[in-house]
């Protein structure tokens, strides 16, 4: 385990930003429209976090509520104008009808990333088999984190998937880095922590006005402290 956890904030935009890395974030989450779970932001919105913080910033590429890809082509060319607004790392997600992971959507993005490191998000919670879907993106470039709650239903829900896979760190499919979030709370640190889990990732808990507010550095600052002193 790293010495100091991960700790990774939803941003929708420059305000949010700035108070997430004034809170001690490592990390963002850059989406736009919660109303549909988290969609792609602008290709301004992006240039304009990142000339105003010097943290690391993963975008999403997603452009329908929903875990089906859509429209492959018009992903590959939102991922293509947010690596040249100056992303370089990003989130994406994508399920078939059956639930399983749809490789060539997946791969058909991946390639325009050319390399860059991402995320596959929470469709994990909503895969018919999470073991299939790690070994089949097993070796995929650039994939180095998870993002999970364990179920769809949150970390309460998912909690025993959570110490079950992070027990299996290492092992063919469970290399990548182990990033918590969905229903997180402070609570929920010290058992994850003492499993090995060192990836967590908040949204509304930054937010303590909900949604329609900004992210509050003082809440972020209590999970950062939470962190630390455990």
């Not at 290492?170 to 499993?195: I, M, S």
């Amino acid at each position: 385990m790293s010495k100091r956890a991960v700790l990774e904030v939803i941003a929708l935009g420059v305000e949010d930003a700035v108070a997430a890395q004034a809170g001690g974030a490592d990390r963002l989450e850059l989406v736009s429209d919660m109303a549909a779970d988290g969609l792609s932001p602008s290709a301004a919105t992006v240039a304009g976090i990142r000339r105003a913080v010097d943290i690391s910033l993963r975008v999403m590429i997603r452009l329908a509520d929903g875990f089906a890809a859509g429209d492959v082509e018009r992903l590959a060319g939102t991922a293509a104008e947010l690596r040249e607004a100056g992303a370089s790392e990003f989130v994406l997600g994508f399920l078939d009808a059956g639930r399983a992971v749809d490789l060539a959507a997946v791969e058909r993005v991946v390639a325009v990333l050319d390399g860059s490191p991402w995320t596959f998000h929470r469709a994990i919670d909503r895969a018919s088999d999470r073991d299939a879907l790690r070994k089949q993106l097993d070796g995929m470039p650039g994939l180095d984190t998870y993002l999970t709650a364990g179920a769809s239903g949150g970390v309460d829900e998912g909690l025993p998937v959570l110490l079950a896979e992070a027990a299996r760190q290492g092992e063919p499919g469970y290399e990548q880095h182990l990033l918590v979030g969905g229903g997180l709370r402070l609570d929920h640190v010290p058992t994850l922590l003492t499993a090995g889990v060192d990836g967590f990732h908040i949204g509304g808990a930054a937010r303590p006005g909900g949604w329609e507010a900004p992210v509050s550095a003082d809440a972020v600052a209590r999970w950062r402290a939470a962190l630390d002193a455990v």
